[in-house]
């Protein structure tokens, strides 16, 4: 028993092992970031309640939000290859966390509308940025375990962020926009002192405009379909902060501070596990696998909410997506870098982040108009089986030229 516990320990250990210091600077900035992390998973729930918008206009919002994602992944993407990841992230954390505190003081469906548009713009130009700045500061063996110390930095944030979230939502709802908008800021701060000494300065200018760059990424067609392939998870997983939520509050009849603690379950889990699993799964099964069990879990996860609605069976369904995001999301990012050169990464990462960001659009577009055409019952059996079904397509197994 005890030799076991100690090569775990050892194994857990090891999973970490000769990744840099910049790495785990990046996860820092990550972790203090995602600790005030609340906004997203009580937003329709927020439009719903506090603003008092109907089903219709919250699913709108909430595609909004994808929209300005998808803007911010784009010009996230660009601007990395301008001007550096270094500065994309400082100006996304500290202009994305005064937005979300305005945000907050913002009534009306338009103004919100507006607000939703320019905040989640600002907020996700980080993504391609950071994910550049992972791969530029890790060897090329060690770019999936990097990106998963980011995501555990991530998810131990998520984990601490949607708790609180849930106390101070029964209070206010004001003052989730408020927490999350000052982590933000302190985020851009601490990301400011250790990093500006590392970017490097010397920033090679692209040849071609942006427009152009973009084009000649949207033309690599095994990349393309890598893109629409990670799009059908991600619409799949997202339901986590739009539809679940919202059966949560509505048929399952919990209140915010269950909902908190069960994204809280979701954050824990990862932290606690994507390191050693995604070191066990890179060695053992391979990145094709993984992600195909990942789809498969994630349809298990969606279809666990058919059954009678119940503290153990949210339960369930949280620890299902929990492992699907495990066992996917890192090699997703993973397989879409290996299509990448330091010439191009932030395009194509951009392009990767902006397939995340439509995904944003339309999961909850999707979601929303079938429970307000049909019910939640139809759309688990739906999404359930879309996730089944993918999980038995093959992956790509060719890299691109670029």
Known sequence: ?????????????????????????????????????MILPFMGLYLKESEAFDLSQVGILLALYGIGSAFGSLLGGMLTDK???????????????????????????????AAIVLVSTLAE????????????????????????????????????????????????????FWFDGATCILASGMFFLYFHKQEARSIPK?????????????????????????????????QIFNSIPLYLRGPGQANESIIGLLFAINGGLVFLLEMPLVSLMEKKVGTTKSISIGFALVGLGLASLLLPPQLSVFILCFVLLSISEILALPFLVSKAASF????NRGRYMGVYALGFSISHIL????????????SFEWLWIVLSFSGLALACLPLFKKESST
């Not at 992972?134 to 708790?163: D, V």
């Open 1 to 37: 028993m005890l030799k076991g516990l100690k090569r775990f320990s050892n194994f857990y250990v090891d999973s970490y092992r000769g990744l840099s210091m910049n790495s785990w600077m990046l996860a820092l900035t990550a972790l203090i970031n995602r600790s005030g992390s």
């Open 83 to 113: 001007l550096g990841a270094f500065w994309v992230q400082f100006y996304s954390l500290s202009l994305g966390g005064l937005g979300f505190i305005v945000l907050s003081f913002v009534h009306g469906f338009y103004g919100v509308a």
């Open 125 to 176: 130009s980080l993504r391609p940025a950071n994910m550049s700045a992972i791969a530029q500061y890790a060897k090329p063996e060690n770019i999936t375990r990097a990106i998963s110390l980011n995501r555990m930095a991530i998810n131990l944030g998520f984990s601490i962020g949607p708790a609180i979230g849930g106390v101070l939502a029964l209070y206010n709802y004001k003052y989730i």
């Open 206 to 238: 692209p040849k071609t405009a942006p427009i152009k760059d973009l084009v000649n990424v949207l033309k690599d067609k095994v990349y393309r379909r890598f893109i629409l392939y990670a799009m059908m998870y991600a619409i799949l997983f997202f």
């Open 340 to 343: 990448t050169t330091s010439e």
């Open 363 to 374: 999961a909850p577009s999707i979601s929303l108009n079938l429970i307000e055409f049909s």
